[in-house]
């Protein structure tokens, strides 16, 4: 009997440790897979609150995994957000292409053209297969938005780059301390981000000094000459959050209040 009780109580204590944060309103999905159009098993923490009709997918800067989003995802939990937060190609969980292993320490930051070298950029089909799984759930691609955080800002300006057209992607970015290097892109560096009907959402600290060869408060101003540039172009703008410090990618959402705003910047353009 008393062995009963202890396993009894050991599994109600596994089950309260596994839905810490939970509630009664969300429904979480035990962690997800699905394979890109090269052939990338990506493995994703998927989580669905109930009567969410809104979407996120979230994207890791590079050298970490989804687990980065821990300090964001309640926030759009609560907000009626469903989250889907991938491990890039060569992190986490997503190891595996067919038989090949596949190791983000091996990949490179320039396109090289070289045969069996893995381009960093090419985790825009990481992206890609996300919003698909997203879309095949019922996620309406104009209730879909997408957050990146260094690198993983980055990949969504090449995503954006690879669609060029906004008919059938998503449009609303959000963007933490983008890098804004030349991944030798046909369009470089960031023109793709506001040549494009869309609204991108930029959060970077103004002594942030990872930002690629920019450092916060000059990556801003590369990117607003070019927002002017193309001007005529353009039907929505470029939004700018500035905070002061030198945080740079998910460290940004330790600041008073950066989550409620991203909550509240989502739910101005989605319905």
């Given at each position: 009997m008393n062995k009963t009780i202890a396993t009894i109580a050991m599994i109600a204590v596994f089950c309260a440790a596994f839905c810490v944060g939970c509630?009664?309103?969300?429904?979480?999905?035990?962690?997800?897979?699905?394979?890109?159009k090269d052939g990338v098993t990506i493995f994703a923490g998927y989580t669905l609150p109930k009567g969410a009709k809104k979407a996120v997918i979230l994207v890791h800067d590079k050298g970490t995994d989804h687990s980065v989003w821990a300090d964001l995802t309640p926030k759009l939990h609560e907000a009626g957000y469903a989250t889907l937060a991938i491990d890039l190609r060569g992190h986490g969980q997503s190891l595996k292409q067919g038989e090949k292993t596949l190791d983000y320490k091996d990949f490179t930051d320039t396109w090289t053209g070289e045969e069996g070298k893995t381009w960093m950029m090419d985790c825009y089909k990481d992206v890609e297969a996300g919003i698909k799984f997203l879309e095949s759930n019922g996620f309406a691609t104009a209730n879909i938005a997408a957050i990146g955080e260094g690198e993983g800002a980055d990949i969504l300006t090449q995503y954006r780059g690879q669609?060029?057209?906004p008919d059938g992607r998503i449009v609303v970015f959000v963007l933490l301390s983008p890098e804004i290097r030349d991944y030798g892109s046909t369009i470089k560096n960031v023109g793709p981000i506001e040549k494009l009907d869309e609204k991108i959402f930029l959060y970077y600290c103004n002594n942030d000094t990872d930002c690629g060869e920019y450092e916060g408060s000059k990556m801003f101003k590369k990117m607003s000459a070019i927002a002017a540039k193309y001007k005529?172009?353009?039907?929505?703008?470029?939004?700018?959050?500035?905070?002061?410090?030198?945080?740079h990618g998910v460290a940004i959402l330790k600041i008073a209040n950066v989550t409620d705003r991203i909550t509240q910047d989502l739910d101005s353009l989605l319905d």
């Open positions: 509630g009664d309103e969300a429904n979480l999905m035990p962690d997800t897979s699905f394979v890109t669609h060029p057209a005529s172009e353009l039907r929505q703008e470029l939004v700018a959050r500035r905070y002061e410090g030198t945080d």
